[in-house]
């Protein structure tokens, strides 16, 4: 099975910056798309970003347009999520999805353990 680790997260105030890495790590495998979503509380979850592997197009929820930018590293098998002017409302547990394709399962949707990212002055 493959494994979609993440790091950062954390306490922020409103208008600063955070960002996110989650890292792929495994058996041979291949990514087709990559990216991240959250869930706030009593909310549902939400599509936030993604990026496909090949080519490197991204998309993004209105939400975040022009706040969060998601890039890719093919050679480490990471993805970023670097985001700025940080509101209130973008408080909530940040996942890292992977649709990803192995020789034994085809491919398949992964998730990273989830990172808490709190903005509150």
């Known amino acids: 099975q493959v494994q979609l680790v993440e790091s950062g997260g954390g306490l922020v105030q409103p208008g600063g910056s955070l960002r996110l890495s989650c890292a792929a790590s495994?058996?041979?495998?291949?990514?087709?798309?990559m990216g991240w979503y959250r869930q706030a509380p009593g909310k549902e979850h939400e599509f936030v970003t993604g990026?496909?592997?090949?080519?490197?197009?991204?998309a993004y929820a209105d939400s975040v347009k022009g706040r969060f930018t998601i890039s890719r590293d093919t050679a480490k098998n990471t993805v970023d999520l670097e985001m700025n002017s940080l509101k209130p409302d973008d408080t909530a547990v940040y996942y890292c999805?992977?649709?990803?394709?192995?020789?034994?399962?085809?491919?398949?949707?992964?998730w990273g353990q989830g990172t808490q990212v709190t903005v509150s002055s």
């Open positions: 999805n992977g649709r990803i394709e192995t020789t034994s399962t085809g491919p398949d949707d992964y």
């Open positions: 495994g058996s041979t495998f291949s990514i087709l798309f």
């Open positions: 990026i496909r592997w090949s080519g490197g197009t991204t």
